[in-house]
């Protein structure tokens, strides 16, 4: 996770500091959509992580029965 949050933001400054392929408002709107993309997946991903863990605890005690 650590690597993909790297990616991104190394993404994001590069893109802004870029000059004369787009408007500088344009950019920040794109980069900061890219920036709420990437934290969503991230948060989606750390919910199902914990959905995971949380499901394989009690389907132990389920099947002991």
Known sequence: MLLAIVIVVGSVVHAILIEGTMETVSKVAL???VLAAA?????DL???RKQGTLRDRT???????
């Open 31 to 33: 980069c900061a959509l």
């Open 39 to 43: 934290i969503k997946v991230m948060v």
């Open 46 to 48: 750390r919910v199902w």
């Open 59 to 65: 389907d132990v005690g389920a099947g002991s029965t």
